[in-house]
Structure formats: C-alpha cells, structure tokens
C-alpha cells in the first residue's frame, strides 16, 4: 500500500453557524431589555438565536451585530464567533485580517478553538505572513487545553517537519491524543503510522485496529488502507474481505479502491472474474488521472480484455500513464505493434 503524506485537515476548526429548521416555528422577534443590552452573555445567546435561526428568522448580520456588543465587552466565544464570520464571510464581508485580530484576542484569554483557528491563519497564510513556527507554537497551546484538532495537526506538523525538526515518535504521541478521543482522521493516521512503523516498530494488529476505526466512521482513505491490510498481514491473504472494504472506498470515489477492484475482477481474487467490471472500475480510476489504473486500461484496450480491441484508445491510454509517471513499465519502450 502507497503511502499518503499528512496534510492539515481543517481549515475552519468550528463554525458557528448551524443550518436553519426549515420545519421549525418561527415564533418571534426577539429583543434585548436595557439592563440586557449591556449583558455581554445575552448579546451573545441573541447573538447565537439569529445565527442558527433558533426562535427568530436567520439573519447573520443581526447575528455578527450582537456578537460585536459581546466582543467588544470582552466576551471569549464572542470574540471567537466574530472572528469565524469574519474568515467565512457570514453577515459581514470575508476579512482575514479582521478575523485574525478577533481570534487573537480570544486566543489571548486561552479558548482553544481560538487559538486552532488562529494556528491555521498563520499556517495559511491568511490575514498574516505564513509561519509555521508560530502556528505550532499556537497548535501546541490549543492541544495541551485538550483539544483533538489542535492535537491531530500539531501530529501533522511533527510528521511532516513543518515548523518543527521531523520527528515521527511525537507525531505518533499527538496523533494517538486525538484519536483516543475518537477524531477520525488521527485514528486513521495512527493506523498508518503502526502499518509503515512510522514513530514504532511496524504493527499490523496496532495498525488494524486503529484502521478499522477510522473506516467504520466512513472515511474512504481508511477503508482502502483496512482492505489493503488483509492483503499485507494477514496469511493467506484475504481477498474477499479486502474487496469488501475496497468497495466501500470506491463507492466514495477513493481512486486506490478502485483501481484495486479493477485488478480483482480482472484478476478474479476475491470476486468472480469479470472483465467488462474491471475496466469500469478501471476507468473510473483512470480518469482521476490514477497512473496505474490507466496503463492497466491501455492494456484491456490493447489486447481487447472486458472491451473491444481498440488500438487508438490503447495508445490514449499509454500517453496519460506515461505523463502521469507509471511506475510499472518504463513506457518510454513499449512500442506498440503495427
């Protein structure tokens, strides 16, 4: 199984605002009472009512002015709401700057998800220069509150040696934080790092049970990898189970899942021997541009397997898999035949 580079996995830790109920009632317009105008908790529940549309019509203007009272009175989660809507836009125009400044102040008063967010803005790039030192510090900070988020990227940091020296043992130890609390990108990464004995020694049972994890919460990456572990660790191998997890990979459109359910119903290891499945399967790998998939292709074109015998398509097919880097031929030699 190829191995897949860590990358942040969010871009917005929370945002605030929740889909309105279309079934729900809208009962009233609310107001603020004088003693209530100055209470920096009521502005920021009216704040919440208008942004999620709970009692009251949604309206993310109404919401961002009663936010801005709270904010301005020093209210955290405030100051940290201003700031989402400020980065995604919501009842004001988007302003990276402005939303760095808000979740600077919240940040400040130690809120985690502020300080997440604020990471990922100086991760980015946006309303600040780029620096990734400044955004571990700011993740280290958020996970040692606890946070599952900040734990998972500061993992990602460390695994990829951004913004820190490389070090896989503590990617491991931060990733591990987080998936004990079962966020399922780590849990996934754990499992990863345990299948290439990254940060430890190689462990197929370790890998395995944090993989399952991951792909029983529904992310494709995982099921790929739990499918390509019944092929890896377990003697003999498992085909029929690792189809079955392919499956559930391809049918979100994991490129790897398909490409290798491509190859068993070509193959006829874990399914029944099917040509014209393995160039479907192929093909809808091959036009996310997955290098292998489309030499495979070239060659049920070329020698006529699961489709007509089509030499052009063939030769269209070699082309992308040379220009996509396929690792299996030198297709710089393949020559075909007149």
Not at 21 to 48: C, H, R, V, Y
Not at 164 to 192: C, D, I, R, T
Request: net charge negative; charged share 25%; glycine share 8%.
């Amino acid at each position: 199984m190829k191995w897949i580079n860590f990358i942040l996995i969010i871009s917005i830790a929370i945002v605030v605002f929740a889909c309105h109920n279309k079934g729900s009632k809208i009962t009233q317009t609310p107001s603020l009472s004088l003693a209530e105008e100055e209470d920096a908790d009521a502005q920021f529940e009216m704040g919440m009512k208008y942004s999620k549309g709970d009692g009251v019509s949604l309206d993310y203007e109404k919401a961002v002015e009663c936010f801005q009272k709270a904010a301005n009175q020093n209210h955290i989660k405030a100051q940290y709401n201003l700031g989402v809507c400020y980065e995604t836009g919501k009842g004001v125009p988007q302003n990276y700057g402005k939303a760095v400044e808000w979740y600077h102040k919240a940040a400040e008063q130690g809120f985690a998800k502020a300080q997440l967010n604020l990471a990922i803005c100086y991760f980015d790039g946006n309303g600040v220069p780029q620096n990734y030192g400044k955004a571990v510090e700011l993740f280290q900070k958020a996970a040692n509150a606890g946070d599952a988020d900040a734990q998972c990227n500061l993992g990602i940091c460390y695994y990829n040696g951004d913004g820190v020296p490389q070090n896989y043992k503590k990617a491991l130890e931060w990733h591990l934080k987080a998936a004990k609390q079962g966020l399922v990108q780590s849990q996934y990464y754990v499992g990863q790092m345990y299948y290439h004995g990254h940060g430890a020694d190689q462990n197929g049972e370790e890998a395995a049970k944090w993989l399952e994890k991951a792909a029983k919460q529904g992310l494709a990456d995982a099921q790929f990898a739990f499918g390509c572990y019944y092929l890896d660790f377990v003697s003999p191998k498992n085909y029929e189970k690792a189809v079955e997890w392919f499956q559930k990979a391809a049918n979100q459109g994991n490129a790897d899942a398909e490409y290798k359910i491509g190859l068993c119903y070509k193959s006829g290891e874990g399914v029944s021997k099917n040509l014209a499945k393995a160039v479907e399967w192929l093909q809808k790998a091959a036009e996310q541009e997955h290098a292998n998939a489309q030499f495979e292709l070239y060659l049920c074109y070329f020698d006529g397997e699961g489709v007509p015998q089509d030499r052009e398509k063939a030769e269209f097919w070699r082309q992308k898999a040379k220009n996509n880097g396929c690792k299996y031929i030198d297709v710089e030699t393949v020559e075909l035949p007149m």
